[in-house]
């Protein structure tokens, strides 16, 4: 147990350690089997990554090559969910799909997240200009729409993975910042942080062992939330055209490509919009069960 320096003689008067939660994992695993909501949410979420991943086993088709003899089939026992315009089989292209809106959809979250929980307990625990400056910025970069930065950080640096995750970053980061320093700041006044600061602790040690580890629940949370976000801002810079490249089997792009088509070969545009609306439900779900089992309330948080 830690205790605060007294003047000579005088007995040391203790300080309470902090509260963190020990067993996270076995914690998170009993709140997932008691909350029926979270359990569906993220075995959907499952269910899409082994899909994903599994791909090449479970469809002899490739998802770029088509046939043009084979072009806008309907569902049958060759082609289960018919082909699009460039005989391409629709059910393969759902798969693969899943691959890059499950990657770069990760990929985007866990840096948005990442960055937006150092900076919103970093605000939180060093207070003064540091909040003031770095909110008044992020008050800034939320006043634009989410899409129109998206569109024009793309429009200048590409269309790759890499851009679309770095522009996601930037497009969500405030946000996460708003909802963590909201989390973070019922931390700070903890008897413990006090202690670990009069002990001259540093700051990024403060924040990694006594503000992050009492702030996990928020950002679990939170980034099952922006996951679906995520998502479906991926896709819908896909549709736009300023996503995945042709032939790249993405969902957005498959619906931009075969929503021409869409009374002829229905499916070409119905099953990705289906796989992405499973995805996105499958993540909400997870969200909002894990939000009500740990009593995270993401208004009050600053969501």
């Not at 350690?17 to 949410?41: D, E, K, N, Y």
């Not at 997240?113 to 060093?126: E, I, K, M, W, Y």
């Not at 995520?230 to 549709?239: A, G, R």
């Not at 995945?244 to 499916?267: C, F, H, K, Q, Y």
Request: a positive charge; glycine letters at 8%; aromatic letters at 6%.
């Amino acid at each position: 147990m830690s205790s605060v320096r007294t003047p000579e003689g005088a007995a040391p008067a203790a300080v309470p350690p902090a509260p963190v939660r020990s067993g996270f994992a076995a914690r998170a695993w009993r709140t997932v089997r008691s909350s029926r909501p979270a359990a569906i949410g993220l075995a959907i979420v499952a269910v899409h990554a082994v899909v994903a991943l599994l791909a090449p086993l479970l469809t002899p088709y490739h998802p770029t090559v088509g046939d043009a003899s084979h072009a806008l089939l309907g569902p049958g026992a060759d082609h289960w969910a018919g082909t699009d315009a460039y005989g391409r089989d629709v059910l393969a292209r759902v798969l693969y799909g899943g691959r890059y809106a499950l990657g770069v959809s990760v990929a985007g979250t866990v840096l948005t997240v990442a960055l937006g929980t150092v900076l919103g307990c970093a605000a939180a625990l060093r207070g003064g200009w540091l909040d003031d400056v770095l909110m008044r910025v992020l008050d800034a970069v939320l006043s634009i729409p989410s899409i129109l930065a998206l569109l024009v950080i793309v429009t200048a640096l590409g269309t790759g993975p890499a851009v679309i995750v770095l522009a996601v970053a930037v497009v969500y980061v405030p946000q996460v910042v708003r909802v963590v320093r909201g989390a973070a700041l019922a931390v700070v006044p903890a008897d413990y942080v006090t202690a670990a600061r009069a002990r001259g602790e540093r700051t990024w040690s403060i924040l990694r062992r006594e503000v992050l580890p009492n702030i996990t629940d928020v950002v679990c949370v939170e980034f099952a939330m922006r996951a679906s976000w995520v998502v479906l801002l991926i896709s819908s810079l896909s549709f736009l055209g300023f996503g995945a490249d042709p032939p790249t089997p993405d969902w957005g792009l498959m619906v931009s490509e075969n929503r021409t088509a869409i009374t002829v070969v229905p499916m070409a545009s119905l099953a990705p919009i289906l796989a992405l609306a499973t995805l996105v439900v499958g993540l909400n779900l997870a969200a909002d069960g894990l939000s009500k089992a740990w009593g995270v309330d993401r208004i009050r948080e600053g969501s």
